[in-house]
């Protein structure tokens, strides 16, 4: 997640903009940040009377911190497409939201492990998938830490966003976590991989064509080529995983029955997306295209 830089108003009033008016933005994003605790307040009753109240919740702060993770990524896409400059004022209250889930995923895994410190760095060294998530989790701290105003000037600004660029890396290793952990049914997380590989896509195509900026033309190809690459690395996915042909996954792409697949979840999500992206550029001037760095 590339935090940030703009200039905060100096007090935890995170309501306000930066020159300290009530933001119907800043506020609408807290809503989104404190609605997974809400739910977990209403489920408390279920999760204590769960096999293992730990464990879920657990599994609930890592899944929101990936949640949290992707929407951070969506911000500098979606500014542009929705014509929406505003919402690069909350790019850091994003990030320093999804550090939290992941420091909460962590407190509470060590909270399981009895507050043991030995057991708790045996555990991590000797699982891969809790490697990797460690690593991610470390990654995070790390944008966390330099998310400030004092850390953007004190490293300069190229080395700023060299380090944020680690934020791609970061997302792959919490989607790999992510994966090594889910036990049976892997649509969302395939879905989760299918939305950040388009996430990835817009920005390596803005890249190639030496804009920021994407056509809806270019929107439109770049959903249709996420959502095939979903379908088949599914494919891939579970045959390998369950050792059966690929072609017979395919095969079930188009049995609602069985379920709609993630890749078309993808789609419908990118063909949105095109639609946002065609009606602001009739009711929206797009602002003149510059030669950026993605």
């Known amino acids: 997640m590339r935090y940030d830089a703009a200039v905060m108003t100096g007090t935890w009033e995170l309501w306000r903009d930066r020159r300290g008016r009530l933001s119907p933005l800043r506020i609408a994003v807290l809503v989104l940040l404190l609605l997974p605790l809400a739910k977990a307040l209403v489920d408390a009753g279920a999760i204590a009377g769960g096999a293992r109240p730990l464990n879920d919740l657990i599994h609930r702060t890592g899944f929101w911190a990936l949640v949290f993770l992707g929407v951070t990524l969506a911000v500098t896409p979606f500014r542009r497409i929705a014509r929406y400059a505003n919402l690069i004022d909350v790019r850091r209250m994003l990030g320093v939201g999804t550090f939290l889930y992941a ?7 060590f909270a399981d492990q009895s507050y043991d410190v030995g ?26 830490v330099t998310s400030t105003d004092g850390m953007v000037r004190r490293l300069g600004g190229l080395r700023w966003r060299r380090l944020h660029q680690a934020t791609y890396l970061i997302a792959l290793l919490a989607l790999v ?29 803005g890249w190639w064509q030496g804009t920021g900026e994407l056509t809806t033309l270019s929107l439109l190809a770049l959903g249709v080529v996420v959502s095939l690459l979903t379908l088949i690395g599914e494919a891939v996915g579970v ?18 029955e069985v379920g ?25 001037q797009r602002a003149p295209r510059a030669r950026t760095a993605v």
């Open 103 to 109: 420091a909460a995923h962590i407190a509470l895994f």
């Open 260 to 284: 709609i697949r993630p890749a078309w979840q993808v789609l419908a999500a990118g063909l949105l997306v095109v639609a946002v992206d065609a009606v602001r550029a009739r009711t929206v």
């Open 119 to 144: 057991k708790f760095f045996t555990e991590i060294t000797k699982r891969v998938y809790l490697i990797v998530g460690g690593i991610a989790f470390v990654g995070l701290a790390a944008l966390a």
């Open 239 to 256: 045959a390998i995983a369950f050792k059966v042909s690929p072609l017979l996954v395919l095969e079930t792409a188009f049995d609602i």
């Open 177 to 205: 976590h992510y994966f090594q952990q889910t036990k049976a049914d892997l649509t969302v997380a395939v879905f989760a991989a299918g939305l950040f590989l388009w996430l990835i896509g817009y920005r390596l195509l």
